[in-house]
């Protein structure tokens, strides 16, 4: 079982309209992560949330960490082409002195014009 | 370098064949992560280092898996006797120290492997 659920798996809309997404877990977690991945490239951090019921805004983004941080949306308003990627949710977790960013299994979006 | 840097970008080898896959951490940075990510797929946690240590081996998938890092730098990830189910993006990616202390994980492009 994966320790991050994201959901939807892939979305594809046209540009312009809002979209959420989801990650969540049955685990509580001190902070989440959401990268987002172009084709060819790694991941790269968008935004880290540490409060439970904490909102962070990036531009059109909105990143919401549930009050209990088992959970977290991604919310983009007025998508455009441009948002098109694979959006990851990840946690870093201490496991025997490793530690591990594990991530969800990712929501492919692609906006079309 | 300005970033994570990864060689080689792409490698096409056969079945069985060993390859080594490296990645230089920006200048400065501890930790280093290996990932694996399957087309189309999230990614796999492979191993870190902190410095040259690796505490934890466990996410390699099989023992023709192994990796090293040396002087707190550079790391290469060997994998012998490749398979065809080893074809994949290995992604790797450093912090200045654990990630935990707030630290940003920076990742490479990848080396993308391809087993025929």
């Known amino acids: 079982t994966q320790l991050l659920e994201q959901s939807p798996q892939f979305l594809s809309i046209q540009e312009g309209e809002n979209l959420t997404v989801y990650c969540n877990s049955s685990?509580?977690?001190?902070?989440l992560q959401w990268y987002r991945q172009e084709p060819g490239e790694g991941p790269v951090l968008l935004v880290t949330?540490?409060?439970?019921?904490e909102v962070k805004k990036l531009k059109r983004l909105t990143f919401q960490f549930g009050d209990a941080r088992k959970d977290s949306s991604l919310h983009i308003t007025a998508a455009q082409p441009g948002d098109t990627g694979l959006y990851l949710c990840?946690?870093?977790?201490?496991?025997?002195?490793?530690?591990?960013?594990?991530f969800g299994q990712g929501t492919r979006l692609t906006i079309n014009p | 370098g300005a970033g994570v840097s990864q060689s080689p970008s792409n490698k096409v080898t056969e079945k069985g064949k060993d390859v080594e896959l490296r990645c230089d951490p920006i200048s400065g940075h501890t930790a280093l992560y290996w990932y694996r990510q399957s087309l189309g797929q999230g990614l796999e946690f492979l191993i870190y280092f902190q410095g040259n240590s690796a505490p934890d081996k466990s996410g390699l998938p099989s023992d023709r898996f192994s990796a090293e890092r040396t002087g707190g730098s550079v790391s290469t990830l060997t994998i012998q006797r490749t398979q065809q189910e080893d074809s994949a993006v290995y992604l790797c990616?450093?912090?200045?120290?654990?990630?935990?202390?707030?630290?940003?994980?920076?990742f490479g492009e990848g080396s993308w492997l391809t087993v025929v």
């Open positions: 990840a946690v870093l977790i201490l496991i025997q002195g490793a530690q591990k960013l594990v």
């Open positions: 685990s509580v977690f001190s902070s």
């Open positions: 949330v540490v409060t439970g019921g």
């Open positions: 990616a450093s912090s200045l120290a654990g990630g935990n202390s707030g630290n940003t994980i920076y």
